[in-house]
T-cell receptor, first 114, second 113 residues
């Protein structure tokens, strides 16, 4: 079975600075990878996903992530963050042949300050 | 507008009083799921449904029931709630193919006293 580890529970960063949120997964088979964002008092929204093909995936709001099969990682990056990026970010994995279930990491709280 | 709706959004109840949280989607999705979110634990799946009349346990099903009599609805039932079920609950739906995004409802914050 697959599992997901988000290496940082909290990431404080100043506005306009770059940020990287780290995600590692373990699985014995190929996986689909997702990043979701949860703004305060809201449900989760999809930021981006990797299914196959190019390892650099671009998502909404200027975020991108790079799939690294050898490192089993899917780190999320943004070159310049805004106050409005303050949110909880979840990495998730699913296995193509195991149905549609998502296995979520425990989340990383991104706090952007002026 | 494509959406997943949940009701109620907030609920405070007492131990042992049966309750139902409704979930409805208007996207004709086959797959629906319930999660609970607790601090430091992320989202954990409670139950899921691959289609009408097809449901299965997720990672933390104890104390919960679900039903899928219609494609659009997937209610979560707590027959005898306990304080350890105090949590934030999310319903989600997805088309019936793997790799598709899940659409999440706004969440239901449940407090069991």
């Amino acid at each position: 079975a697959q599992s997901v580890t988000q290496l940082d529970s909290q990431v404080p960063v100043f506005e306009e600075a770059p940020v990287e949120l780290r995600c590692n997964y373990s699985s014995s088979v190929s996986v689909y990878l997702f990043w979701y964002v949860q703004y305060p008092n809201q449900g989760l929204q999809l930021l981006l996903k990797y299914l196959s093909g190019s390892t650099l995936v671009k998502g909404i709001n200027g975020f991108e992530a790079e799939f690294n099969k050898s490192q089993t990682s899917f780190h999320l990056r943004k070159p310049s963050v805004h106050i409005s990026d303050t949110a909880e970010y979840f990495c998730a994995v699913s296995e193509p042949n195991s149905g549609y279930a998502l296995n979520f990491g425990k989340g990383t709280s991104l706090l952007v300050t002026p | 507008e494509a959406q997943v709706t949940q009701n109620p959004r907030y609920l405070i109840t007492v131990t042992g009083k049966k309750l139902t949280v409704t979930c409805s989607q208007n996207m004709n999705h086959e797959y629906m799921s319930w999660y609970r979110q607790d601090p430091g634990l992320g989202l954990r799946q409670i139950y899921y449904s691959m289609n009408v009349e097809v449901t299965d346990k997720g990672d933390v099903p104890e104390g919960y029931k679900v039903s899928r009599k219609e494609k659009r609805n997937f209610p979560l039932i707590l027959e005898s709630p306990s304080p350890n079920q105090t949590s934030l609950y999310f319903c989600a739906s997805s088309p019936g193919t793997s790799g598709q995004r899940q659409y999440f409802g706004p969440g239901t914050r449940l407090t069991v006293l």
